[in-house]
């Protein structure tokens, strides 16, 4: 019987270069799985592989050694345990993320309920090429949101206020980017350099700083044949609604736009950054 292998590679199996064996992709949205999701990884890699996956630079979990005819139980072993084959080729990858505000004490957003969002509405979906989304919770940028088609990094929209202040001057320390100076009894926010990671509002002792979660976006990133750092080219994205609306108009730009096997950033250099700025723009502004 013959093997369609571009349908197993577009379900995850990817051809090794050992004949009639594969290497099996798991769909792992943001970086988790579940003890119960590992069980069943582990009982399959026993069983049908050779002993052991590969964690992948993208946070995946890879099955090498599965036969070719062990595919099909393989599929239903897996699903026993919530788990299911990832994608490859032209298509909507898997959405990696940190941890973000749920765990930890930097982040500033909840990137796991982001990436499950934007895994919902566009993973596997066919594209001129692959396309990646990254979730990371502050500027440490732990998960390299740049490095993705698209980016989002998780921000702080941030407010003194005078009436909570002591003026102690946690925050002008705290503020690595020298945003923030106390003159006698005000504080001068220079919002030119502000990069919203939120430090003066979580180092603040009487809370004198309110930060309203938001979300900065870059575009274009590749890491790869070619390196690139995604462009941050809209203001502070201050919703959710605001930013699903937006990333709904890149794809689609990237779908009515792109040439086959060509990338994101490709497209939109070939096509113009003006172009697609006035689109994303349109879309920021609802």
Known sequence: MAIDYSALKKGGFMRQKQKGRFSLRLQVVGGTLTSENLQVIYKV??????????????????????????????????????CKPGVCGPRVRTVTACQGNTVCPSGNVDC???????????????????????????????LKAEENDIGVKGALDIQWEKDKCIFCGVCEKACRVGAIKI?????????????????????CPTEAWDGEEAYILSFG??????????????????????????????????????????????????????TFQEVVEEAYNG
Do not use: M
């Not at 090498?64 to 005819?69: A, D, G, K, N, Q």
């Not at 794809?251 to 009515?256: K, L």
């Open 45 to 82: 890699a026993d069983k049908f592989g050779n002993g052991y996956v590969h964690l992948t630079s993208r946070q995946g979990v890879e099955i090498p050694y599965i036969r070719v005819e062990d595919i099909e139980e393989v599929k239903e072993e897996l699903a026993k345990g919530g």
């Open 112 to 142: 796991y309920k982001i990436a499950t969002e934007l895994d919902q509405r566009y993973y596997a979906r066919e594209l001129p090429h692959k396309f990646k989304f990254g979730v990371t919770g502050c500027q440490n940028n732990c």
């Open 183 to 203: 003159e006698g009894d005000n504080i001068l926010l220079d919002e030119s350099k502000c990069n919203y990671c939120g430090r003066c509002a979580k180092a």
């Open 221 to 274: 990133g590749l890491f790869g044949n070619t390196i690139n750092k995604g462009s941050s080219i809209l203001p502070l994205v201050k919703s959710e609604e605001q930013l699903y609306r937006i990333t709904d108009a890149a794809i689609q730009f990237f779908n009515d736009n792109g040439k086959p096997s060509e990338r994101f950033k490709f497209t939109i250099d070939r096509v113009g950054w003006d």
